[in-house]
């Protein structure tokens, strides 16, 4: 069955960096868009970026200059580079496969558990 495992969450400084990680399997993840989204505390699920099979890429504009998307198609997995992070950006954050073919699809038939991000001092 589908499954998307996330990886790379945790506790980091204002201005600090991570980087996530999503284990795709159980479809042909090469051909498939793939986006992260994200849910602060108290607040509704938010999409934050995305990347097709021909590694064309969106970002919220809050994330533009400091997240990078990418995949590796011989690993299934696509990553989530976070630079300069801030406190806005603290949520949990969900790798997901889009119902459409559409980097900036805010919906998905499938979702990750998560993985927590804290950005604080």
């Known amino acids: 069955q589908v499954q998307l495992v996330e990886s790379g969450g945790g506790w980091v400084q204002p201005g600090g960096s991570l980087r996530l990680s999503c284990q795709c399997s159980?479809?042909?993840?090469?051909?498939?868009?793939m986006t992260w989204v994200r849910q602060a505390p108290g607040k509704g699920l938010e999409w934050v970026s995305g990347?097709?099979?021909?590694?064309?890429?969106g970002y919220l504009e809050s994330v533009k200059g400091r997240f990078t998307i990418s995949r590796d198609n011989a690993k299934n997995t696509f990553y989530l580079e976070m630079n300069n992070l801030k406190a806005e950006d603290t949520a949990v954050y969900f790798c997901?496969?889009?119902?459409?073919?559409?980097?900036?699809?805010?919906?998905?038939?499938?979702r990750g558990q998560g993985t927590q991000v804290t950005v604080s001092s």
């Open positions: 990347i097709d099979k021909y590694h064309r890429t």
């Open positions: 997901a496969r889009p119902k459409v073919q559409d980097v900036t699809s805010p919906e998905y038939d499938y």
């Open positions: 159980g479809f042909t993840f090469p051909v498939y868009t």
